[in-house]
């Protein structure tokens, strides 16, 4: 069964600290997405990767296509980045180009 | 253009009554897909539109449910005789033809079946 596998499930912090939330997934994708879902529903693409690393501001994406694995790290957390962070992989291969996601990791930043 | 939009935001209704929800992609997206999220649980894949040509629907989508992309731009998704179980937030996503640039999901359009 292809699955998405993220942990830590809940994480709470301090404002300030470095967090790491982590996404391995079971067989080959062709990219790997991660979204944040505020309280409401309404859900945010923060990155899609297939390879090596990206960078937006406090956010930055790694994944390890050998390894099955891929990061989402936040700098300098603050409150506001209290959300749900779901990562999602498109599988290679023919069938529903959709998005089979994780189930998320429910970050919470204490000021 | 101001993203993918979802109406309504949210819906109460009684078992066994009919629903339909609307989504409207970014205009120049041809894929559109619809997604069921349960509290506490990532979204699971519905069905598919690629242009008005629906080409994948999940088993998770009995005969009561029903989606449709008419002309290719905004889409319905129809459940009929609501049961509880169907309470849930409805999400719609578009992507570009290339699929190179992500996808673009909408707010969601939230049931509770009471």
């Known amino acids: 069964k292809n699955e998405v596998e993220q942990s830590p499930q809940n994480l709470t912090a301090q404002e300030g600290e470095f967090i790491t939330i982590n996404c391995s997934y079971s067989v080959g994708i062709s990219a790997l997405h991660w979204l944040q879902q505020h309280p409401g529903g309404g859900i945010v693409s923060l990155f899609m990767l297939s390879s090596g690393k990206k960078k937006h501001g406090r956010l930055i994406a790694t994944i390890n296509i050998q390894e099955k694995h891929s990061s989402l790290h936040i700098t300098a957390s603050h409150p506001r980045d209290s959300a749900v962070y779901i990562c999602a992989v498109q599988y290679s291969g023919g069938g529903a180009d959709g998005l089979t996601f994780g189930k998320g990791t429910h970050l919470i930043i204490q000021p | 253009d101001t993203g993918v939009s979802q109406d309504p935001r949210h819906k109460i209704t009684k078992r066994g009554q009919n629903v339909t929800f609307r989504c409207d992609p970014i205009s120049e997206h041809n894929r559109l897909y619809w997604y069921r999220q349960t509290l506490g649980q990532g979204p699971e894949f519905l069905t598919y539109f690629q242009n008005e040509a629906q080409l994948e629907k999940s088993r998770l989508l009995s005969d009561r449910f029903s989606a449709e992309r008419p002309k290719g731009s905004f889409s319905t998704l129809e459940i009929q005789r609501t049961e509880q179980g169907d309470s849930a937030m409805y999400l719609c996503?578009?992507?570009?033809?290339?699929?190179?640039?992500?996808?673009?999901f909408g707010s969601g359009t939230r049931l509770t079946v009471v």
């Open positions: 996503a578009s992507s570009h033809p290339s699929g190179g640039r992500g996808y673009t």
